[in-house]
């Protein structure tokens, strides 16, 4: 899968996509590519990752301003939380990627997601909903934290792994260049493409090709 750039005269802003149907996993999603081969990082720094957690509507502008301005305040906090976001994140993908092959994910890695759900759940809150009578949990923002994204994604992971009929619906992307890992939704849990727009609509193409290419030889 490819990243999309907004264009204007100040620096890019990178166009994430969410079409994992799972916060974690469209997290893990932040890296093209297959990880396993040449992948492509689009989280360069603490400001990606802001803006990252802005598209997924973890933070709203004013968040991001104020947060923007605390790291500017104290950049090594800023590069302190921007390398557990990363760690985080390769830790959660390889703990999805040995269970949709089958495999236990290692206890290091599942180390490190327990660590992040233990920092994170503190700030986790039960709220009134809007609905008169129902209540939906949220994330307390007041102190403000440049790790405030890092609890709604551990949450998301550890969910999903508490769920064994969501945790069966995990999928990777099939294609030869992307590692992408999303939720199998399709009624007949056939769904092998991260997106049948791009990697989906590449391989009927490459197929199509290659019925021209054998039917060519054959005649």
Not at 3 to 16: L, M, N
Not at 21 to 48: M, Q, W
Not at 101 to 115: E, F, R, W
Not at 174 to 185: K, Q
Request: proline share 3%.
């Amino acid at each position: 899968m490819t990243i999309e750039s907004v264009q204007s005269d100040a620096p890019a802003t990178k166009r994430f996509r969410f079409i994992a149907g799972n916060l974690a996993l469209d997290f893990c999603n932040s890296v093209g590519g297959k990880r396993e081969t040449i992948p492509r990082e689009n989280l360069h720094s603490y400001a990606d990752f802001l803006s990252w957690c802005e598209q997924a509507g973890l933070v709203g502008s004013a968040e991001v301003q104020r947060l923007k301005e605390q790291e500017l305040r104290d950049p090594a906090h800023g590069v302190s939380t921007f390398g557990r976001a990363r760690g985080l994140r390769e830790a959660v993908y390889r703990v999805f990627y040995a269970l949709a092959g089958g495999q236990q994910p290692s206890g290091v890695d599942m180390d490190i997601l327990n660590a992040e759900l233990a920092l994170g759940l503190g700030r986790l809150r039960i709220a009134a909903a809007q609905q008169p009578g129902a209540f939906s949990w949220c994330w307390a923002d007041v102190p403000l934290q440049l790790d405030c994204g890092l609890g709604p994604i551990a949450y998301s992971a550890a969910v999903l792994l508490a769920s064994e009929a969501e945790l069966a619906r995990v999928r990777q992307c099939r294609a030869d260049n992307c590692g992408w890992l999303f939720l199998d939704s399709s009624k007949n849990h056939s769904r092998c493409w991260c997106d049948m727009r791009d990697c989906g609509n590449r391989a009927k193409v490459r197929r199509h090709r290659q019925k021209l290419r054998h039917s060519d030889a054959a005649s």
